[in-house]
């Protein structure tokens, strides 16, 4: 009897074990073939073959524009690195400025007391509903107002502020105990030494959850950049990834190089950070 | 407080002291709020400049004809912007009745859905009340069907009006029909309405020519979210238990052993000239040997790297697998219909007005399937209570029954937390990938609301009508979540 129930696990454990592995291929899929794709001579890109037949390394120098296009002999007018630094940059500066005032922010609306504070809570709340589409049209006339446009700043300030993140890490704050905060106010410590010593130290996952989730936001982010920028110096690579594609025409195995190059960080910093991420997002979803 | 105690010399000592008390904690308080103000400000500035004034300001721009252009005169234009986009105007002679019916049959429309979800998830009583909406419903539809001989009409209104007093009685068997029916009613209230139409083309034409498309558009590629939110549950509950790989060294020699035989395999296959089987078999083994050495984990990550690593990037990927000349899936296709003498050619995916929105919802879910609502299904999973499924196991539960009695109504609230997400996502939308992919063509088949917005704000520089549209998507949004919200709750509490 009890072999046979261990038999049937050990069956169950290998059927689970091929139906995930056989998921695992199938949503891979896509990427396989676009790395596969962009290491073809251009001759083969049309052809359905997985393994490219005479491999070539030679579409990622054409696409970063160290050596010309064999087609054209002209160098593709991308500026590949310009673009990274770009998003990297912004993405880096909204993440900062977003994480510290969400968490100043948090640490009102969770650890102290005052008149008026749920009331408050309850309004960043609310806008949370409202969608982005509503706030774009103003928001860009303000940033014409302040001449703003085809700046960075244009781009991080008005992303600096956000109510996800205040909420997400007030969840993570009230878990904390509130004993805490007593025994430290009579041991002396001012407000923001409780902020910076005690509480942000343990809150440190949903800070760390938050920092990816924005960081992730502001570096794919596409359509704010796109209505805020003319000057190609300025676009981050989802922009540019827009306007490669019409500069291209149909060649396949450059676009793919270029795809691979831009999704290759996102995948590295995805498996060394998911454990951090699977948590934060978890939290913000059930205890939503 | 304080300054009036010291003030009065005839308060007797106690109320002195009460009252300094109470001016100290006056005090105290006013300097938490003080501290408070210092911590919540730099967020509040910007929550105020860039969310909630902004909002004050659109409302106020959609009654305005606020343009970009310099040849536009500013004006308040009161309502006209939302009549421009929400109303009709007679053609021809213009038959009110037929308007009339036509405003009554969606409303009866859209009574019958909300009513059959009650009736679905609520009580009894619900169930009654849905029940009778439904039958006036289908009364409506006959009536309506007979005025302007519609066979179609009077067909879905019998039936609706059937469904509707069998839904009545409670101890009926037609009582089984609480998930079909709905489902079956809404469908014929549909092709009613379908049934409808013309009559209403022939009569009226909306102000707006395109507005009405474009939110079928939009709910239409909202199609894709029950697949979505299912595939996810479904992936949820493979990834919920850790595979019993066993002790540690078992583990490294079983991943050891996928990994020398799926490159022994593949090489062979390799050398026997199937170089791409070979390929996917490697890949394969080494999915395997990752997941017998790090378990779930591994999985995981890999079904969350689509959601992750979304953007323009994938887009312009999918843009490249979806090219009906060069595309690998038409190429296949083409291949596989080759290979059986099937005569049709594959789909033009993007180019084609019948493929477009089929061709973005499957990248949706390829793109979601595995994203943030799998991890929030494994959260919910996690907090199904291990006793409740021990005891249906005693009971003699099949596995069928566990889930239907035990784990579905435990992941109720994620269940509709994933919803509403999803369906507020759903209709603000779709942005991106038409700005993206398509243009919102061919023929405007895959522009949204969301991108509609865009093109009257930032091409044709009109602000204000853009702004009006923003609002209808936000009520149309506030309406969904809230009904979502109502039944979300009768779920919870069961």
Known sequence: MNQNKSGIRRYGFLVRLLVLSVLGVVISLPFVWMVSASFKPRAEVENINLVPIHPTARNYPIVLSIVPDPGTGKFVPMQFGRWYFNSVFIAVGTTLFQVLTSALAAFAFSRLQWRGRDTVFLMYLATMMIPGVVLMIPNYQTMVLFHFINTYHGLIIPAAFSAFGTFLLRQFMLSISPALDEAATIDGASPWMIFWDIIMPLARPGVIALTIITFLGAYQSFFWPLIMLSDSQLYPMSVGMLTLDSSYGQQTELIMAATVMNVVPLIVIFVTCQKFLVSGLQLGGVKG | ?494
Not at chain 2, 333 to 361: C, E, N, R, Y
């Open chain 2, 1 to 494: 407080m304080g300054v009036n105690a010291v003030g009065n010399p005839l308060t007797n000592g106690r109320n002195i002291e009460v009252s300094n008390s109470k001016g100290r904690r006056n005090v105290r308080a006013r300097r938490q709020t003080l501290i408070a103000i210092a911590f919540l400000l730099p967020n509040l500035l910007g929550f105020l400049a860039f969310t909630f004034l902004p909002v004050i300001f659109s409302f106020w721009m959609s009654f305005t004809n606020w343009s970009l252009k310099p040849a536009v005169k500013f004006e308040y234009v009161g309502l006209r912007n939302f009549i421009d986009l929400i109303g009709v105007h007679a053609i021809g002679r213009g038959d009110p009745d037929v308007l009339f019916i036509y405003v009554l049959s969606i409303i009866g429309f859209l009574g019958a859905g909300i009513g059959a979800l009650w009736g679905n998830i609520a009580d009894w009583k619900g169930t009654r009340l849905s029940s009778i909406i439904v039958g006036i419903a289908g009364l409506g539809f006959v009536v309506a069907g007979l005025v302007h001989l519609s066979d179609g009409l009077v067909l879905g209104g019998l039936v609706a009006l059937i469904c509707g007093v069998a839904g009545g009685f409670k101890d009926s068997e037609f009582s089984i029909g609480y998930g079909v029916l709905p489902g079956a009613i809404l469908a014929l209230t549909a092709a009613g309405l379908w049934c409808f139409q013309p009559a209403m083309a022939a009569n009226y034409a909306p102000n707006d020519n395109y507005f009405y498309f474009y939110l079928y558009n939009t709910c239409y590629l909202m199609l894709g979210i029950p697949v979505s939110i299912g595939g996810s549950l479904a992936m949820a509950m493979l990834l919920n238990e850790e595979l019993p790989t066993g002790p540690a060294r078992e583990r490294a020699i079983g991943g050891i052993t996928c990994l020398a035989l799926g490159l022994f395999l593949g090489g062979l296959l390799w050398a026997l000239g199937k170089p791409d089987a070979g390929l996917i078999c490697v890949i394969f083994w080494i999915v395997a040997a990752l997941g017998i050495s790090f378990n779930v984990v591994v999985y995981r990550t890999l079904f969350y790297l689509p959601t992750f690593t979304a953007g323009v990037a994938l887009m312009i990927l999918w843009m490249a697998l979806y090219n009906p000349k060069t595309g690998p899936i038409d190429v296949g296709l083409a291949a596989i219909f080759g290979f059986f003498h099937i005569h049709a050619t594959p789909p033009q995916w993007l180019a084609d007005v019948a493929w477009a929105k089929s061709a973005m919802i499957i990248m949706g879910v390829w793109t979601g399937i595995g994203g943030t609502n799998m991890l929030l299904y494994l959260a919910g999973l996690s907090n199904v209570p291990k006793e409740l499924i021990d005891a249906a196991n005693v009971d003699g539960a099949g596995a069928l029954d566990r889930f239907r009695h035990v784990t579905w109504p435990q992941l109720a609230p994620t269940t509709f937390f994933i919803s509403i997400m999803s369906i507020i996502g759903g209709l603000q939308g779709g942005f991106d990938q038409a700005r993206v992919m398509t243009q919102g063509g061919p023929a405007g088949s895959t522009t949204t609301l969301a991108y509609y917005i865009y093109q009257k704000a930032f091409s044709e520089l009109d602000m204000g009508y853009a702004a009006a549209i923003s609002w209808v998507l936000f009520l149309i949004v506030f309406v969904a979540t809230a009904i979502n919200w109502k039944f979300g709750k009768g779920l919870d509490s069961e």
